[in-house]
Every structure is written in C-alpha cells, then in structure tokens.
C-alpha cells in the first residue's frame, strides 16, 4: 500500500500562520498552488526578459511540492524556524526526515523521479530560488489581503517580506510584482474593470 497522494491530500488540512489572527484561514494546498502558478510566471518572466532559458514547468512542479513536508512537520512559524542557528539546524534535520518519509509512501520506480522534489539538485538550485521567491510573494500577497481586511496583524509580516523578497536580488520575481502586485489591493468590482 502506498500512501504518498493520500498523504499529499492532507495539505488542505495544514493551517498556515498559526500565530496570527487571521480574517481568512489559509491552508497548505491553496498556498502550494498558488506558490506552483507565481513559480511558472516568475520562471517565464526570466526566460523572456531577462535572457533565461529555464523549465517555468518544472519550476511550477516545484512550488507544488515545496511545503508537503509540512504535512509531517506542521508549519513552523517563521519567528520560531529562524529564531537562531540551533533552531534552524534542527528544524533541517526534521524536514529532511519528513521528505525521506514521503518519498518511501511511493513505489521504488518512482522514488527517483520524485526526489528532487523534495532534495535540492544542483541542476534544479535556480529553480529553487525562484520557488522561494514565489513563496515570499504568496505570503506577502497574503499580508496584503489581511490588511486590506482591515486586519493590522500582519503589518510587520507584510514589511519584513517585502523586503526579504528584495534582498534576493532576481530581476523576474521584483518584475512579477511591478506587475501583479498592485492587482491584489483592489476589491473585485476594480479587479473585473
């Protein structure tokens, strides 16, 4: 018995941002799917402006699998993950456990296939910052949509991501929110014009 989708299916029952009030819960799977679209879009972007030659498909396979780990870890709250070194260096070691165990739920001639899903390949190491870059953007999309609820929980959230997003330096994701950001603080009637 292989329990490997069964397992994946349970991201929409992983709440992110467990210690904010939020005026909308978000789960795990509506996150990794918008994570795997702003992963494609990025990748695209790099590969007609600015000179890339990338997978944008393989890079939406990525943002979709990026967080299943967490079906297994829960999601750690970034202040706790980043507190200090210990913390990250522990929280690594479970994570890595975590992706060891999803992959053994897939039969042995797919494990190979699924791996670099979940362990990072040199081959795939742009692929992965722009993955991470797509995963900043959903959770400052996110802040954004808190606060336009009128929710100041995130404000700080929506600051120090923004300016995470910023110091990764990659011309495509800071064109992809020249471009989208702005959509996301408008009502659906502004949307829909």
Request: net charge negative.
């Amino acid at each position: 018995m292989k329990q490997f989708f069964a397992m994946f299916s349970r991201m929409k029952y992983i709440n992110r941002w467990a210690l904010m009030k939020n005026t909308r819960s978000e789960n795990l799977s509506e996150h990794s799917l918008e994570v795997a679209a702003i992963a494609h879009a990025i990748a695209v972007m790099k590969n007609l402006r600015f000179g890339g030659a990338l997978n944008a498909e393989r890079a939406a396979v990525l943002g979709l699998y990026h967080d299943m780990p967490e079906i297994i870890t829960g999601d750690m709250p970034t202040p706790v993950k980043y507190h200090n070194k210990t913390l990250r260096n522990a929280f690594r070691e479970v994570e890595t456990e975590a992706c060891s165990r999803l992959l053994s739920m897939l039969p042995e001639d797919m494990k190979e296939s699924f791996s670099p899903y979940f362990f990072k390949t040199k081959e795939d190491g742009y692929l992965w910052k722009i993955v991470k870059a797509a995963d900043k953007i959903s959770a400052l999309f996110k802040c954004i949509e808190e606060e336009k609820s009128g929710n100041h929980e995130f404000s700080s959230a929506l600051c120090s991501t923004k300016k995470a997003i910023e110091k990764m330096n990659l011309p495509e994701a800071d064109a992809f929110l020249e471009e989208f950001m702005e959509a996301y603080k408008l009502n659906l009637d502004e949307q829909s014009i």
